[in-house]
C-alpha cells in the first residue's frame, strides 16, 4: 500500500513535470527600454552675404522701376506759372511718395530641433549692426519643437537714405536666442 | 500473498518506468533559455554632439544669395539634413538571450534568433506615451558561441544593437517596448528552440 502511495505521488509529480514543460512558451520576452535625454538644438547661419538682384534696389526706391538705370515719368499733369521765365514745379515733393525704407526677410535662416520641451521662445538682439538696420524681428517667436527642424525667419529694415549705405553695404549683426520649457 | 507479491512486483516496474520516463525527458530536454531586459540610455553627445543639453549650431559656410521682392529664402533645411543625427544607436551592455544545451541535443549549426519588438502604438517601435514613439529601423544581433570538443553548442548568447529614428519623437525620458525572441538552429523556419 505504501509503494502504491509513493507511485500515485511519484505519477503525479511525473505528470506535473510533463505539464511544466510542455507548457512553457517557445519565445523568450525582453523588456527593452531605452531613455531619452532632454535637448535643443539651435542652428543658424553665421555669414550671410546678400545683394540685391537686378533691377530690386531701384524697385524699392520706385516701384515703377525694374531696371537699376530706370527713368520714371511723373505722368500727372504739372500747372505753374512762369515768373521771370522760371517756373518751379517742385519734383521733390512728388518723389517723397517713393521708398526710403526696405523690409528685408531672411526666410529658414534659422532652425530649432528638441527633445523633451514642450514650448520653445525665440528671441533676437541687434548686435551693434549699423544705424540703417532696425527694428530686427524673429518668427516664429514660440512654437512646439520636436527632432524634425523647425524652421523661421530673421527681418530688419533698412532705412535706404542712410548713410552708412554710400560705400554700398550695410552690416546688420544680431544674437538669436532660443530656450526651452 | 502472491497476488500481494504480484501487485507489489507490477507497482515497483510501475515506478520504474515512471522514474525512468523521467529521467529520458530531463535527458532529451537539456536545452535552457533564458533572457534578459534590454536597458540603454541615451546621451546627448549622441545626439546633438555634445554634453550640454542645449547646443547652438552656427553654419558658418559662406551663404551669398540674392534679395528678390525684400526676400531670401536660405534654406536651412537642406543643411539641417546633412548634418543633424536622427538616428541614434541602442545596445545591451550584456546579453538579453542565452541558450544552454548538453551534448545529446546536437546543436551543431548556429544559432538564428528571430527578434519581434511591439508595442501599443505598433511593430518595431518603443513609446513614452502615445504620440511619442521611436522607431527601431534596424536590428544587429551578435551572437557568441561555446562548444565542446566535438563541436555542439553548449553555451550561446546574443547582444543587440539597435537603430532608433528619433524623428518621431518629441518627449524625453524612457520608451519601452515588449520584445519577444524566438531561437532556431540554422533558420527560423526550424522549429523554435527552448521549448
Redesign the interface.
Known amino acids: 500500500m505504501n ?2 502511495k ?2 500515485t505521488v ?2 503525479i ?2 505528470t506535473s ?2 505539464f511544466a ?2 507548457s ?1 512558451a ?28 537686378p533691377g ?1 534696389f531701384t524697385k ?1 526706391l520706385d516701384s515703377s522701376c525694374s531696371s537699376e538705370d530706370c527713368a520714371s515719368a511723373l505722368t500727372a499733369t504739372q500747372s505753374g506759372t512762369i515768373t521771370s521765365s522760371v517756373v518751379d514745379l517742385d519734383i521733390a515733393s512728388d518723389l517723397s511718395a517713393t521708398g526710403t525704407s ?10 530649432v ?1 528638441a ?2 520641451y514642450g514650448t520653445f521662445n525665440a528671441s533676437i538682439a541687434d548686435k551693434a549692426s549699423e544705424t540703417a538696420v532696425s527694428n530686427l524681428d524673429i518668427t516664429p517667436s514660440t512654437g ?6 523647425t ?1 523661421g525667419d530673421v527681418s530688419f529694415d533698412i532705412d535706404l537714405t542712410s548713410s552708412d549705405l554710400d560705400d554700398g553695404t550695410v552690416t546688420a549683426n544680431y544674437t538669436i536666442t532660443v ?2 520649457s | 500473498m502472491d497476488v500481494l507479491r504480484k501487485k507489489s512486483s507490477l507497482l515497483s516496474s510501475a515506478f520504474f518506468v515512471l522514474c525512468l520516463s523521467i529521467f529520458s525527458l530531463k535527458a532529451e530536454a537539456k536545452i535552457r533559455c533564458k533572457s534578459k531586459d534590454f536597458t540603454d540610455d541615451i546621451t546627448r553627445s549622441q545626439i546633438t554632439g555634445s554634453g550640454s543639453s542645449s547646443t547652438a549650431y552656427g553654419f558658418n559656410n559662406l551663404q551669398r544669395k540674392a534679395i528678390s521682392a525684400q526676400k531670401v529664402n536660405l534654406n536651412i533645411q537642406l543643411d539641417i539634413s546633412s548634418l543633424a543625427k536622427v538616428q541614434v544607436t541602442a545596445e545591451s551592455n550584456d546579453w538579453i538571450w542565452e541558450l544552454k544545451a548538453g551534448g545529446k541535443d546536437g546543436l551543431r549549426g548556429d544559432i538564428i534568433a528571430k527578434y519581434k519588438i511591439e508595442s501599443a502604438s505598433g511593430p518595431m517601435k518603443i513609446c513614452s506615451s502615445s504620440s511619442s514613439c521611436i522607431e527601431v529601423v534596424r536590428l544587429d544581433t551578435d551572437v557568441t558561441y561555446k562548444r565542446n570538443g566535438k563541436g555542439v553548442i553548449t553555451r550561446a548568447n546574443g547582444r543587440i544593437q539597435l537603430t532608433l529614428d528619433l524623428s518621431q519623437a518629441n518627449e524625453a525620458g524612457s520608451y519601452q517596448g515588449d520584445m519577444t525572441v524566438t531561437l532556431h538552429e540554422d533558420s527560423t523556419t526550424n522549429p523554435a528552440l527552448c521549448p
Do not use: H
Not at chain 1, 517557445?26 to 538682384?53: E, K, R
Not at chain 1, 526696405?102 to 532652425?111: E, K, V, Y
Open positions: 509503494i502504491l509513493k507511485s511519484v505519477a509529480f511525473a513535470f510533463i514543460s510542455s512553457k517557445a519565445s523568450l520576452d525582453v523588456n527593452v527600454d531605452v531613455s531619452i535625454p532632454d535637448v535643443l538644438i539651435l542652428y543658424a547661419y553665421t555669414d550671410i552675404d546678400l545683394s540685391f538682384a530690386e524699392l526696405a523690409s528685408i526677410t531672411l526666410q529658414n535662416s534659422w532652425a530641433r527633445l523633451g512646439t519643437p520636436s527632432m524634425v527642424a524652421t530656450t526651452g
